[in-house]
């Protein structure tokens, strides 16, 4: 099955200050990845995904990079602010409806101000 | 429209009692998942249900048993809990086509 690992497993920045979250799969018939914000105490929430059909997405000050060929994607935050700080989750799954995303280990992110 | 809604939130169990956690959402979602939360392990699936009558194994699903019981409804249930089974348990949900979970707010249990 799928095998998703996640790098850092925890981050501290300077508010401000650029913040990248790497992680890799191995099934090359992965075709979607999505990126959760869990919020301590919180519920995982959808951030931004992205589909093996494009290499970069962005939203804002989030952006999310793929390279099928080496199998692994990245977080990008820019300008990193206090409200930033959370655990971040990978997932990839192979097929679209998402009913087998295996989640990597979760990365939690410490924007300092 | 209350999202996802998981019962109870909090739960302490002893070694070998049974409970079920109850998952209810109202969006008309068909899919629908119990994940399993412990530290630095990520998100782990227990079981899901693609769609009302269906179950499948996820990763995880030893110890646990599910019931699909309508479209909005999907429980999990422990026969006889385990000091391994303490964890926050998430139920979540999709709608056709996107991909994106949507999240309970997570039930935390402690298996003494």
Request: charged fraction near 20%.
């Amino acid at each position: 099955g799928e095998n998703v690992e996640q790098h850092p497993s925890t981050l501290s920045v300077q508010e401000g200050d650029s913040a990248v979250i790497k992680c890799t799969y191995s099934d090359s018939a992965s075709n979607y990845f999505p990126w959760y914000k869990q919020e301590l105490g919180k519920r995982p929430q959808l951030i931004i995904d992205i589909r093996s059909n494009v290499g970069e997405k962005k939203d804002q000050r989030i952006a999310v990079t793929l390279n099928k060929t080496a199998k692994h994607f990245s977080l990008h935050i820019t300008e990193t602010q206090p409200e930033d700080s959370a655990v971040y989750f990978c997932a990839a799954s192979s097929n679209n409806a998402g009913n087998m995303l295996t989640f990597g280990g979760g990365t939690r992110l410490m924007v300092k101000p | 429209n209350a999202g996802v809604t998981q019962t109870p939130k909090f739960q302490v169990l002893k070694t070998g009692q049974s409970m079920t956690l109850q998952c209810a959402q109202d969006m008309n979602h068909n899919s629908m998942y119990w994940y399993r939360q412990d530290p630095g392990m990520g998100l782990r699936l227990i079981y899901y249900s693609a769609s009302e009558g269906t179950t499948d194994k996820g990763e995880v699903p030893n110890g646990y048993n599910v019931s699909r019981l309508n479209k909005r409804e999907f429980s999990l249930r422990l026969e006889s809990a385990a000091p391994s089974q303490t964890s926050v348990y998430f139920c979540a949900s999709t709608p056709i086509g996107t991909g994106e979970l949507f999240f309970g707010e997570g039930s935390r249990l402690t298996v003494l």
